[in-house]
């Protein structure tokens, strides 16, 4: 039976919200567990497993045996799709309780947990359900003495490694494309946030999937994401976190059985505002979206701004007038949309890039209030710096907190220059009237995902992705995701 928020919230209150291994064993799992802190008020809310290399192990052998002889993979396309669909059923019944879980284990204000984050999982799932039975192979090109087919067959046993900052979502876009291909699917959910995690993966057994088909171990990254990168019988892990670990997995490959590793990691986005463009309310609204939508614990945060000079007195006017409506407070109230940090040591992390932005000399000119008063304390206003430089910190290293470095150019090669100058090639937005400037600014920037005139992840349809140590090795989401989880065959029919 699905839960209203007021009860998961009640749950949480009484520290009684759980997630736990679902392995497909008889033998024992590791029963060691790990409190679960709220970010929202540092409290305990529940408890979470602690996985072992042990409990990995077991999920990786149920995994093997379920692709080299299980149902799921030789099911019709068209029936997995049928059980896909019945889970996304499933979700939108359950969509308040998973909406609350995400909200009370991340802190996510609750409206953009049910109107955003749940609703695009929900998508997702439905998106990739339809590719089961309209995505074809080929035939190429041969003369009559032969029959050449490429096909497209699942990978076999893929670790899904998740970060925390959307939850529910990023297992949609990991596990959708991944087990719709008829892979074995294991899930490690970030230590920090896997309720949602693991009450969709119940939900996906009450559909119908078979247990061996999608597992979840809990735990640290350090003893289950390790295990899973290292695992000699793993064939792909797809994750998406923080470019340091991204890079251990590709170590784990290189020393163990060379896994596919496809990364999705940070990024440093730059929003630029040309002096032709339009600037009224809407525009406002896409600027200041792209900077603290989620605390701006967002990959694709556009952190940069980079304005003409004739537009940035009237633009940083109206985008202080603008931040009065991004009510700071706790996630539960429906009118908030600023909740706090993930955790104390991220909020000091935050904090650091604050105060070394000031001794850089960057001109604080919005923002930067510490709310002590709510809950935790780890909740951070948004915050704009003007005059920064490309030397600062600010510029540079991405920050996952509400700080939003602005900075001044003349012409647009200057413009596209700055955008350029970082190692990071998640997203970009511009705004300009001209086409023709359009075009050319979004060929010449180094990006996944390039939007003009408002910022925009695009979605389901389209790939996401970064350029350089954005990403690695595939995309997430649109077709493209498919090819992460099947590796191509050639079979050549000699007539
Ligand atoms: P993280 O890298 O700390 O953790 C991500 C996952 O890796 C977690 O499940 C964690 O347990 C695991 N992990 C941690 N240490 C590990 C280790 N030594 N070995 C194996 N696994 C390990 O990232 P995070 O803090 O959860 O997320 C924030 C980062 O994610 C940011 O840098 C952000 O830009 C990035 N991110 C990228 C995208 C994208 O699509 N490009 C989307 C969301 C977040």
Not at 188 to 210: D, H, I
Not at 426 to 447: C, D, M
Request: with cysteine.
């Amino acid at each position: 039976m699905s839960m209203t928020t007021a009860q998961v919230f009640e749950l949480a209150s009484n520290q009684q919200l759980w997630a736990g291994h679902l392995i497909d064993t008889t033998a024992p799992v590791s029963e060691t567990t790990l409190p679960n802190y709220s970010p929202i008020d540092n409290t305990c809310i529940g408890s979470i497993a602690n996985g072992s290399q042990q409990d990995v192990n077991t999920a990786v052998a149920a995994a093997r045996d379920a692709f080299e002889h299980g149902e799921w993979r030789r099911m019709s396309p068209a029936e997995r799709k049928a059980i896909m669909q019945r889970w996304c059923q499933l979700m939108h019944e359950h969509m308040d309780e998973l909406a609350a879980l995400d909200c009370v284990d991340a802190g996510k204000p609750i409206t953009e947990c049910l109107n955003t984050d749940l609703p695009a999982t929900i998508e997702t799932f439905e998106w990739y359900a339809e590719t089961a039975d309209k995505v074809f192979g080929k035939v190429a090109p041969t003369g009559a003495d032969a029959l050449g087919l490429v096909v497209q067959e699942p990978i076999g046993v893929v670790g899904a490694v998740l970060p925390w900052n959307f939850p529910a979502q990023m297992y949609a876009w990991k596990v959708a494309p991944a087990l719709i291909t008829g892979n074995s699917v294991i899930v490690k959910p970030a230590e920090l946030t896997s309720l949602s995690a693991y009450r969709l993966t119940q939900l996906a057994y009450e559909a119908g999937v078979p247990k061996a088909a999608l597992q979840l171990v809990c735990g640290l990254g350090e003893e289950v994401g390790a295990a899973l990168g290292q695992h000699m019988d793993v064939d792909m892990v797809s994750f998406t976190g923080s470019t340091e670990v991204g890079r251990l997995f590709l170590q784990y490959s290189a020393q163990s059985n060379l896994k596919e590793v496809v990364l999705e990691c940070g990024g440093k986005s730059p929003q630029i505002v040309f002096a032709d463009a339009i600037i009224n309310e809407q525009t406002i609204e896409h600027i200041l979206s792209a900077a603290f939508w989620n605390m701006s614990e967002n990959c694709s945060c556009g952190s940069r701004l980079l304005v003409h000079s004739s537009q940035k007195e009237a633009l940083l006017t109206l985008l202080k007038e603008g931040l009065q409506s991004w009510k700071v407070g706790h996630p539960y109230d429906p009118e908030v949309a600023i909740g706090p940090m993930i955790e104390k040591a991220h909020f000091e992390k935050v904090i650091s890039h604050l105060n070394t932005a000031k001794t850089e000399g960057a001109l604080l000119i919005a923002g930067g209030h510490i709310h002590d008063e709510l809950g935790s304390g780890w909740y951070i206003e948004p915050t704009v710096f003007d005059n920064v430089s490309p030397d600062m910190t600010l510029f540079k290293e991405e920050v996952f907190g509400p700080l939003l470095a602005v900075t001044s150019f003349e012409t647009e090669e200057e413009a596209i220059q700055l955008a350029n100058q970082s190692d990071y090639g998640l997203a970009a937005s511009f705004y300009t009237q001209n086409v023709h400037r359009a075009f050319r600014v979004a060929s010449a920037i180094k990006a996944g995902t390039v939007s003009i005139n408002g910022f925009s992840e695009g979605d389901i349809t389209t790939p996401f992705g970064g350029y350089k140590q954005s990403g690695f090795g595939g995309r997430d989401n649109g077709l493209e995701a498919l090819s992460q989880y099947t590796q191509t065959k050639t079979i050549w029919l000699v007539n």
